[in-house]
Each structure stands twice: as structure tokens, then as C-alpha cells.
């Protein structure tokens, strides 16, 4: 049987940057091949994609799916321990992407192991979707495998994505949907001139004041049982020419909406436009629609993955589609349920990533609860 710490290590050690796998995806290769599974590799410009499948079953119902790729380190001073070498401390195993998410993709090995050879028939039902873009341009990745099945139609019933989700212990939280994300690129054009002849520019900063005030506390809709009311943040405005005697010419401003399913892209897109019309603003902008949200309703997946949480942890897990995007979006296009479950989220992307050791053992031993309520009972 697979050591799951060595695992970790060995995935660990490679520093697969996005988009960059650095052979991580080799280690699972060599493993899926000696238990009988055929992988299609996928490569998209930088990116390594693969989608493997038990050679008995080119169909699978259930896939599980995550990717092999981290964010970068940062200042490497900070850290406690060499970032690319996981490192156990106290309980903990430190290093870059041990919680997103090599993590949960070591424990998926060890349950699919372990469940080949619990239930070599059944086992035939899991597939793997694994990517090495989800961190950076995602694009090159699981929508290219997607694409891929597409064309070959090839369906499955359900999904598991392996991201971080636990907020406070292993198995408080599973992501059955995601809220959809739309930035704007705004810009502002005014008349730059000298500070003290105002009369002779026009500044933008001021020209988009009161336009910011009802934009920033605009009600945008309510949500509902599942989603929280739709949300706007600005993440960056900028004017001037970095002098005191100078009026800018410009105001450039980025933000973005995470939005609920009552509400659509086209008609946030339409609120921002008529404020800024009824402003009388001289503007430019520019959209850029990152995902749309979606919706896993409770059912088998759902229900099946819940049971195994609470008699491996003892937690009842709430459901939530709060937080950022993933390749889950992409994913519930094809019709599937998806849900995500991992590991704790506390040190994702953080200086000093890390989670408890223990945690990875039992979420591989809710991934194998899993697999036997879904496939099995």
C-alpha cells in the first residue's frame, strides 16, 4: 500500500508553479497506470492536463478532480521551512500546497488504493480530471479536458474537487456551488490641468464622487436560500501623476462583482452602465466575466459525501457557496452534481502553508466513505 506522507512529499517537492507542473502529474501517471488506468494526456501551452480512466471503463459516473499546480512562494525568508520540502512540525506538515491542494490529491491515491482493492468492480466507476493551470491561467486547463469529452462524448454523473473548504476543522464545510465573477475596467476621463486654475480642467476624480457613493451602496439583489445577496468591491483606483500641483487627466478603477444566480452578468453589467450615464461621465469600460455561478441541489453526491464526513469526524458539514472561484464552475457546465471538499483553508497561499498531518488521513478515509456510499450501498 501507498505511504501517504512519502506521497505528499514527492508531490511537494515539485515545484510546480502555475501554470508549470514540474512532473508532479508524473507521479500520479506512474501510480493510476500500475493500478490499470488509461490517462489521455492533455497539454495546453504551458499547461499539463490529463483525464484518466480505468481501462475496463472508459465511462465512469464518478470523477475526482483538483490540480497539481501552486501560487508562487513569496519571500522565502519568511518561511519557517524550505517551502518545496514538506516538512512535519508539531502535528503539521508545512511546505507550498499541502492544503492547495496536494493534500487532497495524496488522499485521493490512498482512497482509490484502497478501494481497488476493497472493490476492484466497483473501483471502475472513479475517473480523474487533473490539471496544473487551476491557479493561474485556467483556461489551458480543465476546460480543454472538458472540450476534450466533449467531442468524445464522454458524461459523468458526479464530481468531487479536491480544494480546501474546511474553515475550522476537517469537515465543517462542503462547496455545493459557487457565486459567479464579473470585473469592470473603468476609465474615468477628465482634463488635466494646474492645481490652482481648476476652472480651465476638469478633474475626475470629483466628476465620479457621487457616482461612487450610490455604487458602493447599491443593493444589487437579495440573494436566496442558497446564495448570499450579490457583492461589489472596488480593488484599485488611481489618478494623478504623483505630484500636489497637478489635476489628473484620467481615473482608472477596478472592481468586481461575486454575484448570485438572481441577478445575471448582462444586468449588472446594464445597472453599472446607467449610473455611470446618469453621471454624465465621459468613460470608458471594459468587462471581463471570470465564471457564472451554479448550483449542486442536495441529492446523492451530496448526501452521500455528508454521511461520510460525519462518521469519519463527527461534524455535521454545512453547505456553502461562499468564497472565490474554481474549476468547479467549469465542471458544472457539463450537467454533473459537483461538489468540492478538502482539507482546512487557514494557510492557503499564505507564507507557511500548512495542515494538520492527522487531517489528511481522515479526509482520505471520507474520500473512501465516499466512494462506498455513492458506488456500494
Known sequence: M??????????????????????????????????????????????????????????????????????????????????????LHNGNIYGRGVADMKGSLAAMMIAVEKFIADFPIQATDIGFLIT??????????????????????????WCVVGEPTCEKQLGDTIKNGRRGSLTGHLIIKGKQGHIAYPHLAQNPIHSIAQMLHEF????????????????????NIHAGTGVGNVIPGQLEMLFNFRYAPTVTAEQLKQKTEQLLQ?????????????????????????????????????????????GGTSDARYIAKTGAQVVEFGLCNATIHQINEHVLM????????????????????
Open 132 to 157: 496544473s493551470a487551476e491557479e493561474g491561467p485556467s483556461e489551458q486547463g480543465t476546460p480543454v479536458v472538458l472540450d476534450y469529452l466533449a467531442l468524445q462524448g464522454i458524461h459523468f454523473d
Open 216 to 235: 458602493t451602496t447599491m443593493e444589487w439583489d437579495q440573494g436566496n436560500d442558497y446564495f448570499q445577496p450579490t457583492q461589489m468591491q472596488i480593488s
Open 2 to 87: 501507498l505511504d501517504l506522507t512519502k506521497l505528499l512529499i514527492d508531490l511537494v517537492a515539485c515545484q510546480s508553479i502555475t501554470p508549470h507542473d514540474a512532473e508532479c502529474q508524473q507521479i500520479l501517471i506512474n501510480l493510476l497506470r500500475n493500478w490499470n488506468y488509461e490517462i489521455t494526456q492533455l497539454p495546453c501551452q504551458q499547461a499539463q492536463n490529463f483525464w484518466a480512466v480505468p481501462r475496463d471503463n472508459p465511462k465512469p459516473r464518478l470523477i475526482l478532480a483538483g490540480h497539481t499546480d501552486v501560487v508562487p512562494v513569496g519571500n522565502l525568508n519568511e518561511w519557517h521551512f524550505t517551502p518545496f520540502k514538506a516538512t
Open 358 to 377: 492527522e487531517d489528511i488521513y481522515r479526509l482520505s478515509d471520507i474520500y473512501y466513505q465516499l466512494f462506498k456510499n455513492l458506488l456500494i450501498n
Open 278 to 322: 446618469q453621471s454624465n461621465l465621459s468613460y470608458q469600460l471594459t468587462w471581463t466575466h471570470y465564471g457564472e455561478p451554479f448550483l449542486t441541489i442536495p441529492g446523492a453526491l451530496t448526501d452521500s459525501l455528508s454521511r461520510a464526513i460525519t462518521n469519519t469526524c463527527d461534524v455535521i458539514p454545512k453547505f456553502s457557496t461562499s
